[in-house]
């Protein structure tokens, strides 16, 4: 397919982070294939992780990922004409099937296909229990799971917080060696697999980076077991079931 708006949108972004002082730290650029379909499959800890983790395979092989992403981004009157230019999947949870097909046949056709196992931001920072979909999805179309962790765009525009595009943040990225998952395999133990691999880079991108030498008390973008001030993820937990709890009510 033609790609017409993806790699200008991707340029225009690096010319943004530029302007805004940013510093792209990628580690484990030479774990993303050159060729073949994969599974994206990264953390989530804010609204731009798709922008921060589509631009490793970019920097790596300039290869794009397609997203798969609510359908109403895909009806906004701004967002719409992007995504769809991008290719990206749109995702209808009322005909799930649909983006799944949609998904397999961008894999089966070569292309890399990114997702947030954990499905909602992680309000705590660090890893939730992942929905099963990643590996049943890279195990029926025969790809592997590339690993993709992403930190640092909480601080700029992250879930319950006022945004924040001052000059100077740092955002760390880092990719995992290709996990392989076949049909044979237990989707549950390959998922658990999936999700402490995921933690276990997250780990490594929070010790990095420089805002986790002087957390202070208010340090809200700071997981607790880093001396930072977000919740626990029991906490974490409790706040998510509220808000569904306030969604499934209508208030």
């Not at 060729?35 to 300039?62: C, E, M």
């Not at 798969?68 to 981004?73: F, S």
Request: hydrophobic share 45%.
């Amino acid at each position: 397919m033609a790609d017409l708006v993806y790699p200008p949108v991707i340029r225009a972004a690096l010319v943004s982070f530029k302007a805004l002082g940013m510093t792209i730290d990628i580690d484990g650029l030479e774990n993303v294939p050159a060729t073949g379909g994969a599974v994206v499959a990264s953390n989530h800890v804010s609204y731009l992780d798709f922008i921060f983790a589509g631009l490793a395979p970019w920097k790596a092989q300039r290869r794009l990922t397609r997203f798969m992403a609510k359908d109403a981004v895909f009806r906004h009157r701004v967002s719409g004409p992007l995504m769809r230019g991008m290719h990206h999947i749109p995702v209808d949870r009322d005909a799930g099937s649909s983006s799944m097909r949609a998904a397999l046949r961008a894999l089966s056709g070569g292309e890399l296909v990114g997702l947030f196992p954990e499905a909602t931001i992680s309000r705590s920072f660090t890893v939730k229990e992942l929905k099963s979909g990643t590996v049943r999805m890279a195990a029926a179309a025969r790809v592997p799971i590339l690993p993709t962790v992403v930190w640092g765009g909480q601080r700029m525009f992250g879930k319950g917080h006022p945004r924040s595009f001052a000059r100077g943040r740092t955002i760390t990225i880092s990719v995992g060696e290709p996990i392989s998952v076949t049909t044979r395999d237990d989707m549950a133990a390959a998922t658990e697999q999936l999700r402490t691999t995921l933690q276990a880079l997250l780990d490594g991108a929070q010790a990095r980076h420089p805002d986790t030498a002087h957390p202070g008390p208010e340090a809200w973008w700071l997981p607790a077991h880093l001396g930072g001030a977000a919740p626990t993820p029991d906490e974490a937990r409790a706040l998510d079931e509220a808000d569904r709890d306030r969604r499934t009510s209508g208030m």
